[in-house]
Nanobody, 130 residues
Framework: VQLVESGGGLVQPGGSLRLSCTASGFTFGTYSLSWFRQVPGKGLELLSTINRESRSTTYADAGKGRFSISRDNAKNTLYLQINSLKPEDTAVYFC????????????????????????WGQGTQVTVSS
């Protein structure tokens, strides 16, 4: 199993980015997926989750409003569109795969990094600065 993020970089405040996560080694359309981010010295922060057929999406408080998750099962790719970027969005962004196939959970007890996910990408750095 491999997850490879791309699309990060240096962007000015107010700009936009679309991050991609290309997957291989598993049946992509069977699993829910999530985006997280992490700043140095802090833990992983959940942004958004999408179910296997894109029928359900969830946004954590950190991901509401300016973030949009999507996926293309034909291309084995997960996306995160980020608009109106702010300096506080500077972080490493990770995609992660659910452990359990055909499962999606949107409650507050769900989507815990150490419990619900088994594979992670290496991350892509997003830096928002003028």
């Amino acid at each position: 199993v491999q997850l490879v993020e791309s699309g990060g970089g240096l962007v000015q405040p107010g700009g936009s980015l679309r991050l991609s996560c290309t997957a291989s080694g598993f049946t992509f359309g069977t699993y829910s997926l999530s985006w997280f981010r992490q700043v140095p010295g802090k833990g992983l922060e959940l942004l958004s989750t999408i179910n296997r057929e894109s029928r359900s999406t969830t946004y954590a408080d950190a991901g509401k409003g300016r973030f949009s998750i999507s996926r293309d099962n034909a291309k084995n790719t997960l996306y995160l569109q980020i608009n109106s970027l702010k300096p506080e969005d500077t972080a490493v962004y990770f995609c992660a795969k659910y452990k359990v196939p055909n499962y999606y959970c949107s409650g507050y007890t769900c989507n815990k990094p150490d419990k619900d996910f088994d594979y992670w990408g290496q991350g892509t750095q997003v830096t928002v600065s003028s």
